[in-house]
Nanobody, 114 residues
Framework: VQLVESGGGLVQPGGSLRLSCVVS????????MGWYRRAPGNLRELVAT???????NVIDAVKGRFTISGDNGKNTMYLQMNSLKPEDTAVYYC?????????WGQGTQVTVSS
């Protein structure tokens, strides 16, 4: 399974970005899809998840600002990020999980700075 993220970049506080993750297989064949991030000096943390029956969840720090979604026809999952804050600066990774195995993308840098 291969995952390729895109959509990161430099954005001013209050701005928006949409991250994309193209998966080499049908995304809804996996039990769970998710986005994680790792800020400098921090451990990787879970940001948002989506199950293959459409249930979604995000962490409190991004609630109301970030939305996870998927397009099965394009084998792509998304993370829409609005009202970005400097503390959202991190490398963002997409991941899928099935049968005890996690698969990861290479990561995409998001920098929120004026």
């Amino acid at each position: 399974v291969q995952l390729v993220e895109s959509g990161g970049g430099l954005v001013q506080p209050g701005g928006s970005l949409r991250l994309s993750c193209v998966v080499s297989e049908n995304i809804f064949s996996f039990n769970v899809m998710g986005w994680y991030r790792r800020a400098p000096g921090n451990l990787r943390e879970l940001v948002a998840t989506m199950t293959n029956n459409g249930y979604t969840n995000v962490i409190d720090a991004v609630k109301g600002r970030f939305t996870i979604s998927g397009d099965n026809g394009k084998n792509t999952m998304y993370l829409q990020m609005n009202s970005l804050k400097p503390e959202d600066t991190a490398v963002y990774y997409c991941s899928v999980y099935s049968s005890g195995t996690y698969y990861w993308g290479q990561g995409t840098q998001v920098t929120v700075s004026s």
